[in-house]
């Protein structure tokens, strides 16, 4: 049909428009469609919340390494009933410290934690919300660094409203608007609280054994109170306290210099300024907004551990039960090294390096204040509680010194680090002098196992983790290798030599025939026959631990050039990564998970959700393969790590999976902790800027980087052409700029020809 000229415009402008809006929307497939959101805002803390066959992760409302965590007091997200009101987290997986329970109405005997059925839940960060529906009172919860506030809203019309405070193992005093106390958690470490309400009770009470109730008017002693107050309906009572693990009038003072009202607002806007601050130090462009929510909620849970417990100036310390004055550096504890030191500890050299440098001081400080003079392995504020196996700590000194982290007394490091390596057992989970077997590793060069079926004797072995002699073996020989670092950073040279010697101990485990590390008996002899996916009891704790053999011939890493050597070349080591994750589980799963339920996440035999298999994916650029990295990173970070209820595939560990997700979706990862080195994978947004402190930004350019656009066609670093897939830590601890060509199809002849760094040659 013929048209006018206006109508021919019309008609033009109708296409314009039409062409416009498909344009947006095929924009949008790959963009943030909310890009003005705070990092904070981002943060999911439900993530994860319903695990798929262990630990879930939890709902944690805190401060940066705050000394007070605080989470709603349930088992994972499914559980109907809250156990009353925690008033602060003393460890990572729920072991709550003292319960507030409002009530409208006493009982005929006097619970000492109250269940609430509740509703409304929302919890972020900095704030924590909830409606405790048959009760019908309001909760509304802010942290500060060392305190808190609850706001509790008694809606019911009733003749009186009361709070129950349960201290468990403790004692508390009542008198006025004021309740202090404290609560032992282990042999002689106490948690010590002081908290003050907005309106004074008219009865107090306390809690006999029996459950009745003995009044009383002006004050109460015990370890459950019940306070009466005299409110309206729909009125509020603000409870505000501070913590202390050193005493009652310390704990005020910390209540005082952080809290100085009852407004939740004002503490709550404070909380989410030192989150946005904090997690602002990487800044994002590009990228999903399900992306950006798992991002930050993984960088979100590296901030839980460690805890910074210097108050006043001061610190208590529960390797020699004693109060010490930290002489300006905070002292920081609860850290499960074993889970951490693969990636928390290096992310922190990189966007918290004051932080960590103050965390390894007190690593050392915990060593010099415990009678043996060992470097602890989990540090807990109820002291080291010697889990897992290995002595890790030792990584985190080595690869803080190798990127430039010196701040700490490298001679009292290296000295620390070796005598715990020379007195303390290889046993996984226990802490003991060395035995028989011990000295048996270090004669004959690794941890000897018992053929299957023969029942264990040497009373140093746990009864439920057993031996773990391949993994035992392999991560000493990992620690050698970093005792040998310190060695030489400290000017040891013979010492040095001698630590690599014992760092190549993992040979001595591998068998040429399979391509496995395969336990040997005290003969010398593989334990025959043996399955590879199943034997080792639960857990493979006979052999391994919490994994199979397909995880733990990946645990050398230190040297992964020696094991291409081994595995005679990097053809065949690509071929045994594939059949890694190519491997099928050999029976059902109820089967698979009932003998190794922390191995899931799984894609073949490779397991997602356990610390010892973070680095696997990394490993083809090893072997000339980098697009096989890229690939493989995308799919299992989209696979496991998603932003819903159950988008954590295994034991979180304190930051020990986040902290994995935080690097690969940056686009590197500290393969080796020791060496100051990071391999290249593939970003997730199309730029990446991470503040590095002093002024100085690394920023990671992913031109084209999307969901299609995984692969690296060429890369620039810092002006100059990078040709391969890793790059020094000195290239961007200045800052620097790390620029990638992004693609649809892999450029297989990208990075090929230069490997990561390991070990020195063997001396």
Not at 349 to 377: C, G, Q
Not at 424 to 438: C, I
Not at 737 to 752: A, F, H, I, S, Y
Request: with cysteine.
């Amino acid at each position: 049909m013929l048209k006018t000229p206006s109508g021919r415009s019309a008609a033009l402008r109708a296409m314009a428009l039409l062409c416009l809006l498909f344009s947006s929307v095929a924009c949008k497939k790959n963009a943030p469609t909310d890009v003005f959101k705070d990092p904070v805002d981002y943060v999911n803390p439900y993530m994860g919340n319903i695990s798929h066959l262990l630990m879930p992760t939890y709902p944690t409302v805190h401060l940066p390494n705050s000394m007070l965590r605080m989470c709603p007091a349930r088992a994972d997200y499914t559980v109907q009933l809250l156990d009353g009101l925690p008033l602060v987290l003393t460890s990572h997986r729920g072991a709550n410290a003292f319960r507030l329970s409002p009530l409208n109405n006493l009982p005929d005997s006097i619970p000492t934690i109250a269940r609430y059925t509740y509703d409304n839940e929302d919890v972020r960060p900095y704030r924590y919300i909830v409606h405790l529906d048959e009760e019908d009172v309001d909760v509304d919860f802010a942290p500060s660094f060392r305190g808190a506030i609850y706001r509790l809203r008694y809606n019911a019309d009733s003749s009186g409203h009361y709070l129950i405070v349960h201290s468990e193992t403790g004692e508390m005093t009542a008198e006025g608007n004021v309740i202090s106390g404290y609560r032992y958690l282990q042999d002689s470490v106490r948690i010590f609280v002081y908290m003050e309400t907005s309106k004074s009770p008219v009865a107090y009470a306390r809690r006999s054994d029996n459950g009745q109730y003995i009044w009383h008017k002006e004050q109460v002693t015990g370890n459950t109170l019940v306070l009466n107050y005299d409110l309206k309906s729909s009125s509020d009572l603000f409870v505000r306290y501070g913590i202390s693990y050193i005493s009652v009038e310390q704990a005020r003072e910390n209540l005082r210099s952080e809290i100085q009202s009852y407004n939740v607002e004002v503490l709550s806007k404070m909380g989410r300024n030192e989150w946005n601050k904090t997690l602002g130090k990487v800044q994002l462009e590009g990228g999903t907004t399900e992306a950006r929510q798992v991002f930050y909620t993984s960088l979100y849970r590296t901030y839980e551990r460690m805890i910074n417990i210097s108050e006043g100036g001061h610190y208590y310390a529960a390797e020699d039960d004693s109060v010490h004055s930290d002489n300006g550096i905070p002292y920081y504890t609860d850290d499960w090294v074993w889970d951490t030191y693969r990636a928390v500890h290096p992310l922190r050299i990189l966007l918290e390096p004051e932080a960590e440098s103050h965390m390894i001081n007190s690593y050392i400080r915990a060593a010099l204040l415990n009678k043996e003079k060992w470097l602890p392995t989990f540090p807990e504020v109820t002291g080291d509680s010697h889990r897992m196996n290995g002595n890790h700590a030792i990584a985190v000194l080595a690869d803080a010194y190798a990127k430039g982290l010196t701040s700490f007394n490298l001679n009292d490091a290296y000295e620390l680090a070796k005598r715990v390596m020379a007195e303390k057992t290889y046993a996984p989970w226990r802490r003991m002098p060395k035995g028989e077997l011990d000295r048996f590793f270090d004669e004959k060069g690794f941890y000897p196992a018992l053929p299957q079926g023969e029942k264990e004797t040497d009373p140093t072995i746990h009864s439920w983790e057993k031996r773990q002699a391949v993994a035992v073996t392999l991560g000493a020989a990992y620690d050698y290798w970093c005792l040998s670092r310190l060695a030489q950073f400290s000017g040891h040279v013979a010492e040095a030599r001698e630590f690599l010697r014992r760092s190549y101990d993992y040979r001595n485990l591998y068998n040429s025939e399979t391509g496995f590390f395969h336990p040997k008996d005290k003969k010398g002899k593989f334990i025959r026959p043996f399955d590879y996916e199943f034997d080792g009891g639960p857990g493979a704790r006979d052999y391994y631990d919490e994994n199979n053999a397909y995880t733990y011939r990946w645990d050398v890493q230190h040297n992964f050039r020696d094991l291409i050597a081994l595995m005679d070349g990097p053809e065949k080591f690509v071929d045994y990564l594939d059949q890694t994750f190519r491997t099928p589980m050999s029976t059902w799963k109820f089967n698979f998970y009932h003998n190794l339920p922390d191995q899931t996440g799984n894609v073949g035999q490779f397991s997602m959700a356990n610390e010892p298999s973070l680095h696997i994916p990394y490993l083809y650029v090893y072997a000339g393969r980098p697009w096989r990295t890229q690939k493989l990173i995308r799919e299992l970070v989209n696979e496991w790590f998603r932003n819903d209820l159950m988008g954590m595939p295994g034991d979180e560990d304190g930051g020990g999976l986040s902290a994995f997700v935080v690097f690969s979706m940056m686009g590197f990862y500290p393969v080796t902790p020791g060496l100051p080195a990071y391999v290249i994978g593939s970003p997730f947004f199309s730029k990446i800027t991470l503040d590095l402190g002093g002024g100085n930004r690394f920023t990671i350019i992913a031109d084209g980087a999307n969901k299609e656009n995984k692969y690296i066609q060429k890369a620039v670093l810092n002006g100059k052409t990078l040709d391969q897939a890793w790059f020094q830590h000195s290239d961007i601890a200045q800052g620097g700029t790390l620029e990638l060509k992004m693609g649809p199809r892999p450029n297989k002849q990208w990075g090929v020809d230069t490997p990561p760094p390991s070990a020195d040659p063997k001396p």
